[in-house]
């Protein structure tokens, strides 16, 4: 079964549910099954855009519990992988990848949130998706984040525009303040990352 499907069964069986009731109620409980679900298939018919709106509230819902019962994980930087203030009272997880555009242009608006909010905290976590370079930005980040210089290599990586094998060795190389040495054991990635494969090429 398609798992898109599963949210929609459940919506329509609330909403079925919930027009059982009210229909019960509405006619003393003499009214029948039949004239309940003739009712519901008409107004769902009518009012198409409730299933998207239940799904996403039971999607909403799902999530909160998974982020419940994940927060430490989540919200704890790995090594210095975090910016602002180290006891903020509110923490902004970012999931990113060094190849996104949309990621490299969330920087200055990121510092300018952590400028105007001293009690925010930023927590950084690798989400290589979108190429094997990716991957080999992220573990280089990491273990820069291990060895206490992710800001300054997060930067300079961000700023050296596409990245390839080449900028991310550049950096690693850079004197003073991003020299980074690959840690060992290897720095842990994301289990969505660690089951990401590239898709081969169709050319």
């Known amino acids: 079964m398609n798992k898109m499907m599963l949210p929609a069964i459940a919506a329509v069986g609330a909403v079925l549910g919930g027009f059982a009731v009210w229909g019960y109620d509405r006619q003393g409980g003499g009214v029948e099954r039949a004239q309940v679900e003739a009712i519901v298939h008409d107004y769902m018919l009518a009012h198409p855009e409730i299933l998207p709106e239940a799904m996403e509230k039971l999607r909403d819902r799902e999530s909160g519990k998974t982020v419940a019962a ?43 949130l952590i400028a105007a909010d001293p ?64 840690a060992s054991p290897r720095p842990p990635m994301p289990r969505s990352a660690r089951t990401w494969r590239p898709r081969p090429s169709s050319a």
């Open 119 to 182: 009690k925010v905290r930023v927590v950084f976590r690798e989400l290589p998706i979108l190429s094997a370079e990716s991957r080999v930005a992220a573990r280089a980040s990491l273990a820069a984040a291990q060895q206490g210089k992710f800001a300054a290599f997060h930067d300079a990586l961000y700023a050296g525009g596409q990245v390839s094998d080449a900028t991310i060795a550049a950096q690693r190389r850079r004197p003073g303040s991003t020299s980074i040495r690959q």
């Open 70 to 112: 994940n927060r430490d994980a989540i919200v704890t930087p790995f090594g210095s992988a975090w910016a602002g203030n180290p006891k903020g009272d509110v923490t902004l997880v970012e999931y990113f990848d060094y190849n996104c555009g949309y990621c490299r242009a969330s920087l200055p608006m990121i510092a300018k």
